[in-house]
């Protein structure tokens, strides 16, 4: 799996698509998350360790919006402008998949991703000033049930109407879709008073609280452990930390000496960075990684691995 450049530079206009509990947030905090391109070794095709912004240059890249099997139930998809987001980021137009996803006799593609992707030292970036225009597909029924409703908390209609509002109140043109072709196609949008007309009323429903309570992954152990590792590594160079080795983490140590636990970890290491690639705690991997001079996991983890060995004056099988 490769990643082939394409074109520098950022497309004036850019579709980003995700769900809409996701676009909530986005308006709400005013902010794209983004992911970690120093998971993969394939992902990572700056100079040092980014985070960036995944994106398409039309509204029909084969991981937005292209076929049903893309579009769910209230999905959302952004319209940006790449134009003032090319005046603060930089950026690329990227072919993930290159020639194995080409036609072996014409080498043409077998599917167009579109994508391009914006680069950002930050794990975070400013959203609704970039945003020009939201597209929801709604196939609204009334109080259609979500998940979380037994817990007291928004169902989806719910949060449809709460986008709405956002969007208002951010003036941003959004538009709702009855029809995944209409929606794929951007065409004959439903007028917005009919698709309200079916909710409550946009005035009187719950609002999010910002710091509603949320269940926790416990997935970061083996983030947590790995960082912790690194950071103590660098103990004599580093007069802002003080770590001192607990019994488990020098068994934690131990497990390096063996060329197989050395594996294990780095793979466990490896699913959660991709499985979590927006988490915080990808800012104190990208830290370390200019501590260390790397510029991907990979290359961080040998870092350690080759520290852990002049420690201790040894060489791992």
Same mark, same amino acid.
């Given at each position: 799996?490769?990643? *082939? $450049?394409? =074109?520098?530079?950022?497309?004036?206009?850019?579709?980003?698509?995700?769900?809409?509990?996701?676009?909530? %947030?986005?308006?709400? %905090?005013?902010?794209?998350?983004?992911?970690? $391109?120093?998971?993969?070794?394939?992902?990572? /095709?700056?100079?040092?360790?980014?985070?960036?912004?995944?994106?398409?240059?039309?509204?029909?890249?084969?991981?937005?919006?292209?076929?049903?099997? &893309?579009?769910?139930?209230?999905?959302?998809?952004?319209?940006?402008? @790449?134009?003032?987001?090319?005046? %603060?980021?930089?950026?690329?137009?990227?072919?993930?998949? @290159?020639?194995?996803?080409?036609?072996?006799?014409?080498?043409?593609?077998?599917?167009?991703?579109?994508?391009?992707?914006?680069?950002?030292?930050?794990?975070?970036?400013?959203?609704?000033?970039?945003?020009? /225009?939201?597209?929801?597909?709604?196939?609204?029924?009334?109080?259609?049930? @979500?998940?979380?409703?037994?817990?007291?908390?928004?169902?989806?209609?719910?949060?449809?109407?709460?986008?709405?509002?956002?969007?208002? /109140?951010? %003036?941003?043109?959004?538009?709702?879709? @009855?029809?995944?072709?209409?929606?794929?196609?951007?065409?004959?949008?439903?007028?917005?008073?009919?698709?309200?007309?079916?909710?409550?009323?946009?005035?009187?429903?719950?609002?999010?609280?910002?710091?509603?309570?949320?269940?926790?992954?416990?997935?970061?152990?083996?983030?947590? !452990?790995?960082?912790?590792?690194?950071?103590?590594?660098? !103990?004599?160079?580093?007069? $802002?930390? $003080?770590?001192?080795?607990?019994?488990?983490?020098?068994?934690?140590?131990?497990? *390096?000496?063996?060329?197989?636990?050395?594996?294990?970890?780095?793979?466990?290491?490896?699913?959660?960075?991709?499985?979590?690639?927006?988490?915080?705690?990808?800012?104190?991997?990208?830290? =370390?990684?200019?501590? &260390?001079?790397?510029?991907?996991?990979?290359?961080?983890?040998?870092?350690?691995?080759?520290?852990?060995?002049?420690?201790?004056?040894?060489?791992?099988?």
């Amino acid at each position: 799996m490769q990643l *082939f $450049d394409l =074109l520098e530079g950022i497309s004036e206009n850019l579709f980003h698509s995700t769900m809409i509990q996701n676009a909530i %947030n986005i308006l709400q %905090n005013d902010e794209f998350v983004l992911q970690s $391109d120093f998971a993969k070794s394939s992902e990572s /095709k700056a100079k040092k360790p980014m985070f960036f912004l995944s994106t398409a240059r039309s509204r029909l890249g084969s991981y937005l919006i292209s076929s049903d099997k &893309y579009v769910s139930n209230f999905s959302v998809l952004f319209h940006l402008n @790449g134009k003032k987001l090319s005046n %603060n980021y930089s950026g690329k137009a990227v072919d993930y998949w @290159g020639q194995s996803f080409k036609n072996p006799e014409t080498k043409t593609p077998l599917s167009d991703e579109m994508e391009d992707r914006i680069f950002s030292p930050t794990r975070s970036i400013p959203a609704t000033k970039y945003i020009t /225009k939201i597209d929801v597909y709604a196939n609204v029924t009334p109080r259609q049930q @979500g998940m979380f409703d037994t817990e007291g908390k928004l169902d989806k209609s719910e949060y449809l109407l709460k986008l709405y509002q956002l969007a208002s /109140k951010h %003036n941003i043109e959004i538009r709702f879709f @009855g029809s995944k072709s209409n929606f794929i196609a951007g065409k004959n949008p439903t007028p917005t008073k009919e698709v309200l007309k079916k909710l409550h009323d946009p005035k009187g429903f719950i609002q999010f609280e910002k710091n509603q309570k949320r269940y926790k992954s416990s997935f970061g152990n083996t983030i947590d !452990k790995f960082i912790r590792l690194a950071n103590l590594l660098l !103990k004599n160079k580093r007069q $802002d930390i $003080d770590y001192t080795p607990t019994q488990q983490e020098i068994l934690y140590i131990s497990d *390096f000496n063996s060329q197989y636990r050395r594996q294990d970890i780095k793979d466990g290491l490896l699913n959660d960075m991709h499985n979590f690639s927006k988490d915080k705690k990808m800012v104190a991997l990208r830290d =370390l990684m200019k501590l &260390y001079k790397t510029n991907n996991i990979h290359q961080l983890f040998d870092a350690v691995v080759e520290k852990i060995q002049k420690v201790n004056n040894v060489v791992f099988d």
